[in-house]
C-alpha cells in the first residue's frame, strides 16, 4: 500500500468542514477532510501542483496537524514531499484509465483558483 491513497489512484484533497461536525458517529473538525478526488486519468494529467496539494492533504489529516510550528514543520514538510514523490510514481505506473474521473480536482475549480488569487494578492499587500 502506498501512503496517501485509499484505492489506485485516490488521494485526498482539500477541503473545508464545519468545525465539530457530526456524521455517522465521527466527529470531524474544522480543516480535516473526509472526501476524496481521484487523479488518475485527469485530461491533462494531474500537476505537480495537484499532486502535492493532496499529499499535503493527507498529511494533514492523519498526522492532526493544521498550522505548522517550528517543532511540526520539518517533519510535516518531509512527509509531504515523500508522499508527493511516491503518488507521482504510482500514478505514472499505473495503466490508463477508461474514463475520466467524474469529480473536478479542486484546483482546477473556478471558486478555488479565485479564492487563491485573493490569497497570494492579499500577501503581497501586506
Given at each position: 500500500m502506498f501512503f496517501g491513497v485509499n484505492e489506485p489512484g485516490q488521494l485526498l484533497t482539500?477541503?473545508?468542514i464545519e468545525a465539530h461536525e457530526s456524521v455517522g458517529g465521527r466527529?470531524?473538525?474544522r480543516?480535516?477532510?473526509r472526501n476524496i478526488t481521484t487523479l488518475r486519468g485527469l485530461e491533462p494529467a494531474a500537476t505537480p501542483d495537484e499532486i502535492e496539494a493532496a499529499a499535503r492533504q493527507y498529511v494533514r489529516k492523519v498526522s492532526g496537524v493544521q498550522s505548522l510550528s517550528d517543532a511540526t514543520r520539518e517533519p510535516f514538510e518531509a512527509a509531504v514531499a515523500e508522499i508527493t514523490e511516491i503518488t507521482r510514481r504510482l500514478l505514472s505506473e499505473l495503466p490508463a484509465r477508461r474514463q475520466?474521473?467524474?469529480k473536478v480536482p479542486p484546483l482546477r475549480r473556478p471558486e478555488v483558483q479565485a479564492r487563491i488569487a485573493a490569497k497570494a494578492?492579499?500577501?503581497q499587500a501586506s
Open positions: 482539500d477541503c473545508v466527529t470531524y473538525h480543516g480535516m477532510c475520466p474521473p467524474a494578492t492579499k500577501s
